[in-house]
Every structure is written in structure tokens, then in C-alpha cells.
T-cell receptor, first 114, second 115 residues
Framework: AQTVTQSQPEMSVQEAETVTLSCTYD???????LFWYKQPPSRQMILVIR??????QNATENRFSVNFQKAAKSFSLKISDSQLGDAAMYFC???????????FGTGTRLKVLA | GAGVSQSPSNKVTEKGKDVELRCDPI?????LYWYRQSLGQGLEFLIYFQGNSAPDKSGLPSDRFSAERTGGSVSTLTIQRTQQEDSAVYLC?????????????FGSGTQLSVL
């Protein structure tokens, strides 16, 4: 069965600095998707970034980028120029292609210090 | 509506009572999920609806949990004879086709507290 592990329950970063959140996963599939979702205090989760496993190029979305290491089954999220509004829970998620059952990690709480 | 709407936002109930949680997905979205988020845990899949297909109920933790989706739109998650371990945030999400190329749209969840 697929699993997603986020080993950092909590991280802190100074405003304007860069932080990296870790995520590892376990799967025997070759075709899948990986996601990072942000959950602010409002509880409404929003998609931050998505990576297709068949793509070698790392996805980027403005200040957010990923380091996707397929062989190592690692999918870390880098937030550059951290802002106070980035403070939230971040969940890593996995989805096998052609299925609908997302598997989420336990989350990393990110604190941004002014 | 503009987004996924869940009600109530918070629900406090006594052990043994039944509760109903409501999810109103984005209009036109055929795929609807329910997840449970417990403190310190990830999101636990509960149930998935896709159009008129039979729902995937494989994540429901016990027969006290049930869900329905009427008219392919609004969904209700019912928990009978609530227990303290049912205390959690219940999140609903929807998407147009349930395809991985789409993103999930989440509601703000219902915080359920069972005393």
C-alpha cells in the first residue's frame, strides 16, 4: 500500500527567508501525482503545487518549488521569500494515476516569524 | 455557490447522539470526497462519490458512519451513536471529474466535538 511520510511536525522560518518541507512516499507504481496542499487557520485547504511523476522537471509556482527525486521517492517543498501569510499546515499528498483515492501525510505546521 | 460549503462549522454533541454534517459542492462538480482530520493525523479518506456511480465507502470506519449524495449535488455524512473518538474535523472536497489533472476544492470543514 502507498504511504506518505512527513517527518517534520513543525517548522519555523524567518520572514523573507527560505524553508524546505520534507515529504517521502512509498509506492510500487510508476505513474502517479504528488501534491502539496496548504491549510490555513480557516481550515480550507488549497492546492499549492502539483508534480506529475513522468515529468523530470521540478514544478514551480511563483515562490513555491519542489525538489522531486523519483528514485529516492522524495518530494520536498521549498518556499522562498517566506511571508507571514505562508503560515499554515502543509500536507503532502499522493495519487496513483487513474485512481481517485488521495493519500495524505500527517502535515507540517509552518510558523513564519516576523 | 462560489466554493465548497460545509455546515455546521462547529458541532458539539453528547456521546451517543446522532449528527449530520452537510456538504454543498461547487455546482457542476461530479466528484465529491469526505475526509476526516484528527489531531496529529493526516487526512483519512472516508467516502467518494462520482456522478451516478456507486460510492466508494471503503474508508468508513464503522457501520455508524454513512453518507449520501442527493441529486448528484449536496452530500450528508451521518454519524450515529457518536463516540468520543469521532471527534475530528470532517472535510469535504469536490472536483469536476475526479481526475488527477484537476485540483480538489475543499470546504472549511466541520469541527465535531463529542463530549
Amino acid at each position: 500500500a502507498q504511504t506518505v511520510t512527513q517527518s517534520q511536525p513543525e517548522m519555523s522560518v524567518q520572514e523573507a527567508e527560505t524553508v524546505t518541507l520534507s515529504c517521502t512516499y512509498d509506492t510500487s507504481e510508476s505513474d502517479y501525482y504528488l501534491f502539496w496542499y496548504k491549510q490555513p487557520p480557516s481550515r480550507q485547504m488549497i492546492l499549492v503545487i502539483r508534480q506529475e511523476a513522468y515529468k523530470q522537471q521540478n514544478a514551480t509556482e511563483n515562490r513555491f518549488s519542489v525538489n522531486f527525486q523519483k528514485a529516492a521517492k522524495s518530494f520536498s517543498l521549498k518556499i522562498s521569500d517566506s511571508q507571514l501569510g505562508d503560515a499554515a499546515m502543509y500536507f503532502c499528498a499522493y495519487l496513483t494515476s487513474g485512481t481517485y483515492k488521495y493519500i495524505f501525510g500527517t502535515g507540517t505546521r509552518l510558523k513564519v516569524l516576523a | 455557490g462560489a466554493g465548497v460549503s460545509q455546515s455546521p462549522s462547529n458541532k458539539v454533541t453528547e456521546k451517543g447522539k446522532d449528527v449530520e454534517l452537510r456538504c454543498d459542492p461547487i455546482s457542476g462538480h461530479t466528484a465529491l470526497y469526505w475526509y476526516r482530520q484528527s489531531l496529529g493525523q493526516g487526512l483519512e479518506f472516508l467516502i467518494y462519490f462520482q456522478g451516478n456511480s456507486a460510492p466508494d465507502k471503503s474508508g468508513l470506519p464503522s457501520d455508524r458512519f454513512s453518507a449520501e449524495r442527493t441529486g448528484g449535488s449536496v452530500s450528508t455524512l451521518t454519524i450515529q451513536r457518536t463516540q468520543q473518538e469521532d471527534s475530528a474535523v470532517y472535510l469535504c472536497a469536490s472536483s469536476f471529474w475526479g481526475d488527477a489533472n484537476e485540483k480538489l476544492f475543499f470546504g472549511s470543514g466541520t469541527q465535531l466535538s463529542v463530549l
